[in-house]
């Protein structure tokens, strides 16, 4: 008896006392995760599918990067505008529409529309789900929220990968359908399930990004992130190019190295996720950086794939420290209504990060191997200190959203 008891406190502390509308989001999200083929393939698709040159496909994939660079602002305003659901709704058709025309067009200026669009509309859901969780779960609560669903994006798309991989010798065109199809899906389970949860008072007072850049806590939170995103995001740009390029390992190797990523995630995150929610935010997340920057730094000393797959591992728990931190530190600076804007704000930092950490990355890498990974960590060094340093403020602006 003692032991049943045991087990459903275990399972009640880290799932229990959420809303159903969050858990409608979650299977959502999961759900498209789970359709998440097209992205990960997209450079093998431009190139064997529609024989694009190597000069060609980064072109097409440098509008996606543009795209998503406009998504986020966007999202975010009408995410407070029109509200939470219509945005996710609207985002996710949006997206199922232009993956389809994606997969049947065949002209490159077609491919460069449909990529620049694709970029604008794919993740034009996250600051409406980020200003959903604000709106339906407490603030003591929305650590271990956002851990959820970032273990839900994380499962959702490691299977995907090993899905994906699988269909592609199928052929391409049914990525794009399966990723379609789950976006559909995603967004009418929220049309249909999830209650609009934009505050009233959020259509009465309005508000502008120039409100959220007025907001200096949030401007440098937003910059910190950046730079740890230009790190973290050299996971998937320029460990490839080192592990393949410098190292001389198969490509194998580097899934093998990231099949670490996501097995880590799978398995620690749901157990640390309550654990960590005690515990300073900034101070958790600072220790997050820390250890992404070690687990990078660490490249510069290794070269087979063992090596690549510890590094990997340690950069790894970094990230699960991280998981739902940002999101909870988002929601408890921005004024209700201004919840779309400021995580708009902060979407836009990983949507820099990921226009610029390939740049960044792979001209530190021509220049020299060793130092390129030691720069890195350095970096994530200084996010570090920039999150400490920033701690006392956002733990006094915490308090005050605590406040009945």
């Known amino acids: 008896m003692t032991t049943v008891t045991t087990r459903r406190d275990f399972l009640r ?8 509308a969050f858990w409608v989001l979650f299977a959502g999200t999961f759900v498209n995760r789970l359709g998440t083929m097209v992205e990960p393939f997209i450079g093998v698709y ?3 599918a529609r024989g694009m040159s190597l000069a060609a496909a980064g072109l097409v994939m440098t509008m996606f990067g543009a795209g998503s660079l ?3 602002p966007v999202a975010g305003w009408a995410s407070d505008r029109f509200g939470r ?3 996710l709704t ?3 058709t949006a997206t199922a529409v232009t993956m389809v025309a994606l997969g049947y067009t065949t002209s490159l200026p077609g491919i460069v529309a449909a990529m620049l669009v694709l970029g604008v509309v794919v993740d034009a859901y996250r600051p409406a789900s980020q200003a959903l969780v604000a709106d339906l779960v407490s603030p003591q609560d929305r650590p271990r929220a956002y851990g959820l669903l970032f273990w839900a994006i994380n499962l959702g798309f490691s299977i995907a990968m090993v899905a994906g991989g699988w269909l592609a010798g199928s052929g391409f065109t049914v990525l794009f359908w399966v990723d379609a199809v789950t976006c559909l899906i995603f ?3 929220v049309w249909r399930a999830i209650p609009e949860t934009r505050p009233v008072r959020a259509a009465q007072e309005g508000g502008s990004f120039t409100d959220v850049l007025r907001d200096r806590l949030m401007v440098a939170f937003v910059l910190i992130n950046f730079a740890y995103a230009l790190v973290y995001l050299q996971a998937y740009s320029t460990l490839p190019l080192a592990m393949t390029g410098v190292a001389g390992l198969p490509a194998s190797a580097y899934g093998v190295a990231m099949a670490v990523n996501g097995l880590v995630i ?3 995150q749901p157990v640390t996720n309550s654990w960590l929610a005690r515990y300073d935010p900034s101070k958790v997340l600072a220790a997050g950086f820390v250890l992404v920057g070690a687990g990078f730094a660490l490249t510069a000393a290794v070269a087979s794939t063992p090596g690549y797959a510890l590094s990997v591992a340690v950069w790894t728990i970094g990230e699960v420290l991280t998981a739902g931190i940002p999101g909870a530190i988002v929601a408890a600076l921005a004024p209700a209504h201004l919840r779309g804007r400021y995580s708009g704000l902060y979407g836009l930092s990983w949507s820099a990060g990921t226009l610029l950490a390939p740049l960044t990355g792979t001209r530190l890498l021509e220049a020299s191997p060793t130092l390129a990974w ?3 960590g350095g970096l994530g060094l200084l996010a570090a200190a920039g999150q400490i340093a920033i701690g006392r403020a956002v733990r006094r602006r915490t308090a005050l959203t605590r406040l009945p």
């Open 13 to 20: 502390s880290r799932v229990g006392g959420l809303p159903r």
């Open 46 to 48: 431009l190139t064997q």
């Open 70 to 72: 406009l998504s986020q």
């Open 85 to 87: 659901r219509v945005t």
């Open 90 to 92: 609207g985002g996710m």
């Open 187 to 189: 967004g009418i389970l």
């Open 266 to 268: 799978v398995v620690v």
């Open 374 to 376: 030691l720069i890195l």
